[in-house]
């Protein structure tokens, strides 16, 4: 399964060439997953991912000539100061001006950090201008989405179960992975700042989309914000990553992200079937029996 998943997401990552394979289906395109064998943070989807990886690369940087001077400075008194070159050892056991620099040298640095990553942080926090807003509520183990802007009915994302996903056609195992692919996408346009309301009604869980940096608790009795933008179509999956349970690891998050018009569309259909009474038309496996 794996090296299947794998060449997905490279297919979607180099050219989208999905599209074409999957021409009937106008959500499929650009899937993204992790990998196995994969290095590195996730590819970045969202502005707040791609300062996130920059920061991140950055600090490596950081980390890496400050490891590499101590270790130079190690190798040198090691070598210089070692006890047949220097049978007679100094006695000085202050030096002023060495004693600020190191610690006033650190304090820069440090500080240095700080700025960007505060600065990252309150980024993150919230956007000003949401074009849309999405509560998102945790259960054992699901999710509800709702688009308060909307009114839109609540829906339930559950997982679909193995022994239905099974049943499912090859082309759409790939773009709906075991144990990834759900009954109830979160559906969302793409380049609008999306406001996230995250809360829980039994334990705590949370909400996470690796390619969108959101890593956004679920606490009973609290919401929390944050937001992202997407500006690639496709489909994103992500898990809950706060311990929850026994079926922790069955609460998949998959997010689909397609043009405004497609999204227009699909929010006129999910009122129409609301009024009708029947499903819309992204309601994939619909009669997948909920993996309680
Ligand atoms: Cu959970």
């Given at each position: 399964?794996?090296?299947?998943?794998?060449?997905?997401?490279?297919?979607?990552?180099?050219?989208?060439?999905?599209?074409?394979?999957?021409?009937?289906?106008?959500?499929?395109?650009?899937?993204?997953?992790?990998?196995?064998?994969?290095?590195?943070?996730?590819?970045?989807?969202?502005?707040?991912?791609?300062?996130?990886?920059?920061?991140?690369?950055?600090?490596?940087?950081?980390?890496?000539?400050?490891?590499?001077?101590?270790?130079?400075?190690?190798?040198?008194?090691?070598?210089?100061?070692?006890?047949?070159?220097?049978?007679?050892?100094?006695?000085?056991?202050?030096?002023?001006?060495?004693?600020?620099?190191?610690?006033?040298?650190?304090?820069?640095?440090?500080?240095?950090?700080?700025?960007?990553?505060?600065?990252?942080?309150?980024?993150?926090?919230?956007?000003?201008?949401?074009?849309?807003?999405?509560?998102?509520?945790?259960?054992?183990?699901?999710?509800?989405?709702?688009y308060p802007d909307l009114k839109l009915d609540p829906?339930?994302?559950?997982?679909?179960?193995?022994?239905?996903?099974?049943?499912?056609?090859?082309?759409?195992?790939?773009?709906?992975?075991?144990?990834?692919?759900?009954?109830?996408?979160?559906?969302?346009?793409?380049?609008?700042?999306?406001?996230?309301?995250?809360?829980?009604?039994?334990?705590?869980?949370?909400?996470?989309?690796?390619?969108?940096?959101?890593?956004?608790?679920?606490?009973?009795?609290?919401?929390?914000?944050?937001?992202?933008?997407?500006?690639?179509?496709?489909?994103?999956?992500?898990?809950?990553?706060?311990?929850?349970?026994?079926?922790?690891?069955?609460?998949?998050?998959?997010?689909?992200?397609?043009?405004?018009?497609?999204?227009?569309?699909?929010?006129?259909?999910?009122?129409?079937?609301?009024?009708?009474?029947?499903?819309?038309?992204?309601?994939?496996?619909?009669?997948?029996?909920?993996?309680?």
């Amino acid at each position: 399964m794996m090296a299947r998943v794998r060449s997905v997401a490279l297919a979607g990552l180099f050219g989208g060439g999905l599209a074409g394979l999957f021409a009937g289906n106008a959500w499929a395109q650009f899937v993204d997953l992790p990998h196995s064998g994969q290095m590195n943070l996730h590819h970045p989807a969202t502005p707040v991912m791609e300062r996130l990886v920059a920061l991140h690369t950055g600090l490596l940087w950081v980390i890496t000539l400050i490891t590499l001077f101590v270790l130079g400075l190690m190798l040198y008194v090691m070598v210089r100061f070692r006890a047949t070159a220097n049978p007679t050892p100094s006695t000085t056991t202050h030096n002023t001006l060495l004693e600020v620099a190191w610690t006033v040298i650190p304090i820069i640095i440090l500080v240095g950090i700080a700025i960007p990553s505060f600065r990252l942080l309150y980024f993150m926090d919230r956007t000003h201008d949401a074009g849309l807003t999405i509560k998102v509520t945790a259960h054992q183990w699901y999710w509800t989405y709702e688009y308060p802007d909307l009114k839109l009915d609540p829906m339930d994302s559950y997982m679909v179960k193995v022994a239905d996903w099974e049943k499912l056609p090859d082309a759409e195992k790939k773009i709906r992975p075991r144990l990834l692919a759900v009954d109830n996408s979160l559906v969302v346009p793409a380049n609008v700042n999306v406001r996230v309301l995250v809360t829980s009604t039994d334990v705590m869980h949370a909400w996470t989309v690796p390619a969108f940096g959101i890593k956004q608790d679920a606490i009973i009795g609290r919401t929390n914000e944050t937001w992202f933008n997407v500006s690639k179509e496709g489909i994103y999956y992500g898990q809950c990553s706060q311990i929850c349970g026994k079926d922790h690891a069955f609460m998949p998050i998959s997010v689909k992200v397609v043009s405004k018009a497609e999204f227009d569309k699909w929010v006129a259909s999910q009122k129409k079937s609301a009024a009708a009474g029947t499903p819309g038309d992204v309601a994939e496996v619909r009669s997948v029996t909920p993996a309680r």
